[in-house]
């Protein structure tokens, strides 16, 4: 079965400060995609940052960075110079090439940026 | 080119009445996934579908719930009798195809309270 696990149900960060946000996954598929996505208070879902399992190098798009150990399962998502419309809600996610290609989620974490 | 359209945005039943919740997905997407969130939790999947077609329901309760997609028209989220327990942010996303590499998109959510 598939399994996304974020330990970290709230994390503080100083504005322009780095952040790593943590993401563990379970699965026994041999393709599969991992996802971040940011959930503003006012709820919609923001797709932030895409890394796939046979991809050679780690993902990186703007200010986000995916920091991909498969080895380990773990998708880490680094956020540099963080700033104040980063507090949010991220949620990790996975999609596999089995199970009907469904995409789970984590419980996701809460960052709180700091002025 | 509109996103994903969820409506209404609001909803507010009393218990024993039927909630219909529903989803347009993008221009050119034919695959419709169904989530639930509980507040400052994760997204649970519920559904998948297809035009016409229910791909994977085993997030779904099997009593009072049901999702459709029909050939024309948009995807309804269907609970019967509800009771306290299913208030909640019912999310629909949708993908264009089915591949790990393919990103979610999510509408702005339902949020459901019985009363």
């Known amino acids: 079965a598939q399994k996304i696990t974020q330990t970290q149900p709230g994390m503080f960060v100083q504005e322009k400060e780095a952040v790593t946000l943590d993401c563990t996954y379970d699965?026994?598929?041999?393709?599969?995609?991992l996802f971040w996505y940011k959930q503003p208070s006012s709820g919609e879902m923001i797709f932030l940052i895409y890394q796939g399992s046979y991809d050679q190098q780690n993902a990186t798009e703007g200010r986000y960075s995916l920091n991909f150990q498969k080895a380990r399962k773990s998708a880490n998502l680094v956020i540099s110079a963080s700033q104040l419309g980063d507090s949010a809600m991220y949620f990790c996610a996975m999609r596999g090439d089995t199970g009907g290609f469904k995409t789970i989620f984590g419980a996701g974490t809460r960052l709180f940026v700091k002025a | 080119n509109a996103g994903v359209m969820q409506n209404p945005r609001h909803l507010v039943r009393r218990r024993g009445q039927e909630a219909r919740l529903r989803c347009s997905p993008m221009?050119?997407?034919?695959?419709v996934y169904w989530y639930r969130q509980l507040p400052e939790e994760g997204l649970k999947f519920m559904v998948y579908?297809?035009?016409?077609?229910?791909?994977?329901e085993s997030g779904m309760p099997k009593e009072r719930f049901s999702a459709e997609f029909p050939k024309e028209g948009p995807s309804i989220l269907r609970i019967q009798q509800v009771v306290r327990g299913d208030s909640a942010a019912y999310f629909c996303?949708?993908?264009?195809?089915?591949?790990?590499?393919?990103?979610?998109?999510f509408g702005s959510g339902t949020q459901l309270s019985v009363l």
């Open positions: 221009k050119g997407h034919s695959h």
């Open positions: 996303a949708s993908s264009k195809l089915t591949a790990t590499n393919e990103k979610l998109f």
């Open positions: 699965t026994s598929d041999p393709s599969y995609g």
């Open positions: 579908l297809q035009k016409e077609n229910i791909i994977d």
